[in-house]
Each structure stands twice: as C-alpha cells, then as structure tokens.
C-alpha cells in the first residue's frame, strides 16, 4: 500500500427502512450471540450496503477513470426494487466469518455486478474470482465459529425494499472503532456522461499495477465481509 492509495469498493446504498429494520435485527443478533458466549464484531448500521464489485487499493490518480469507467458501464441501466431478507453466514453457519443478510430474487443486481466487473476489467482491474452473492454485512467474527443458534430463529425474517437508481463509488478508512466509508462518486442510471472537461471521454486501459496499486499487498477480507479467495457460502 502506498501513500497515495485508497481502498475502494462499489456499492449501492440501502433504504432508511430497510438500515432500520436490519439494525433491530442486529439488536437481537447481539443479545443471542451473548448468551451463546460468541463474539460478534458488528458493523454500525450507517454502514450498511449492498457490495457489488471490490477494487482493493487503487493509486489515486486513477479514479477518474474509475468513475468515467463506471458511468459508462451503468448509463441506462433500469431502475431496480430489491428486498433484504433472510441471515446466513460466511461461509457456512456452522463455520461462520461473516453474518450477512440476503437480497430476495437478486438477478437484476447480479446483471448490474457484471457491467461494473466488465468495466473494472477493462480498464485494468484483475477479474474478481468469487461468484456474486448479493448481501449485506451485519458482523464479523475473528475466528470461524458456529452461529447457527444464534442466527436461525432469525433467519427467515424480512427487511424491507429499496430502490436503487445509482451506484456509489466508496473509499473504505480503517478507524479503530470499525471502518469509516465514505463516497467518492456516484453514477446515476439515468445520468448523462461527463464533458471532457470534467473527466476523461475515451475509455483508458490502465496498467494493472497502477490501477490496483501495489499487488503484492493483497486484501485479505474485501469491506462486503466477504473473504477472498476460494469461499463456500450457505445459508
């Protein structure tokens, strides 16, 4: 990692009902996983959201092209209605890393993930290995655990729609008390390109090492809670 590079991730924001609902689920979550003696790390509900394409460290000076790269790859894209529901476990609940909450009929947003994989690629990105699981991440544990009794008297529950129209290109800061998110760019479905003045026009293909910055320092975990590398996931 250097100085002048930032962790990044493309994401979608959620409806204000549906961080609300996936919260009061956490509450629960937390008063289980106590009385059960597991240790649950949860994510602050400001940061719930729905990952769709992990860059890892990236130069700063290739964001532009990130974001014009993005644009592009969303430009009339449909207005989507998703819905959170059900809980599951990364990687399984009986071998738990991550407890996430699942996305009902997720195939619009799995065409989504295969335009901005489509565009990382092109400008550079390595293709991301893992199939698309669309979750969001509610906690984290710092060692495999089982969570099945403390998630499956929740699992079915359902927490409510959102519609998504952009995407959010995100920087993700590690803080001590959990990691602070913070969006660079948006790019709306229905948003009109940028002019030539404001970014790029022509689509760059970026060295590999400049767009993902140094490649030896490989991420061990992407911000979705989702580990990289070979991953069974299960609910």
């Given at each position: 990692?250097?100085?002048?590079?930032?962790?990044?991730?493309?994401?979608?924001?959620?409806?204000?009902?549906?961080?609300?609902?996936?919260a009061g689920a956490a509450e629960t979550l937390a008063r289980?996983?106590?009385?059960?003696?597991?240790?649950?790390?949860?994510?602050?509900?400001?940061?719930?959201?729905?990952?769709?394409?992990?860059?890892?460290?990236?130069?700063?000076?290739?964001?532009?092209?990130?974001?014009?790269?993005?644009?592009?790859?969303?430009?009339?894209?449909?207005?989507?209605?998703?819905?959170?529901?059900?809980?599951?476990?990364?990687?399984?609940?009986?071998?738990?890393?991550?407890?996430?909450?699942?996305?009902?009929?997720?195939?619009?947003?799995?065409?989504?993930?295969?335009?901005?994989?489509?565009?990382?690629?092109?400008?550079?990105?390595?293709?991301?290995?893992?199939?698309?699981?669309?979750?969001?991440?509610?906690?984290?544990?710092?060692?495999?655990?089982?969570?099945?009794?403390?998630?499956?008297?929740?699992?079915?529950?359902?927490?409510?729609?959102?519609?998504?129209?952009?995407i959010s290109l995100f920087e993700s800061e590690t803080k001590?008390?959990?990691?602070?998110?913070?969006?660079?760019?948006?790019?709306?479905?229905d948003r009109p390109l940028r002019t030539a003045s404001e970014?790029?026009?022509?689509?760059?293909?970026?060295?590999?090492?400049?767009?993902?910055?140094?490649?030896?320092?490989?991420?061990?975990?992407?911000?979705?809670?989702?580990?990289?590398?070979?991953?069974?996931?299960?609910?």
């Amino acid at each position: 990692m250097t100085a002048t590079s930032k962790r990044l991730f493309v994401g979608a924001q959620l409806s204000i009902n549906t961080v609300n609902a996936l919260a009061g689920a956490a509450e629960t979550l937390a008063r289980r996983a106590r009385d059960a003696r597991v240790e649950l790390r949860f994510v602050a509900p400001a940061n719930y959201h729905l990952t769709l394409r992990f860059l890892g460290q990236t130069r700063a000076e290739t964001i532009p092209a990130v974001c014009d790269a993005l644009d592009r790859a969303v430009l009339g894209t449909p207005v989507m209605k998703i819905r959170t529901t059900r809980l599951g476990a990364f990687s399984s609940l009986d071998k738990a890393r991550v407890v996430w909450a699942g996305v009902e009929e997720p195939g619009p947003l799995a065409i989504l993930a295969k335009k901005i994989e489509d565009a990382c690629v092109g400008i550079g990105f390595a293709p991301e290995p893992r199939p698309f699981h669309a979750h969001v991440t509610l906690a984290r544990l710092r060692e495999a655990r089982p969570v099945r009794e403390v998630v499956l008297p929740l699992a079915e529950q359902m927490f409510g729609d959102t519609r998504i129209d952009a995407i959010s290109l995100f920087e993700s800061e590690t803080k001590s008390p959990g990691p602070l998110y913070r969006e660079l760019h948006r790019s709306s479905f229905d948003r009109p390109l940028r002019t030539a003045s404001e970014c790029q026009t022509e689509p760059v293909h970026l060295d590999a090492r400049t767009a993902s910055g140094e490649l030896s320092d490989v991420d061990s975990d992407s911000d979705d809670g989702w580990p990289r590398g070979p991953s069974r996931t299960s609910g």
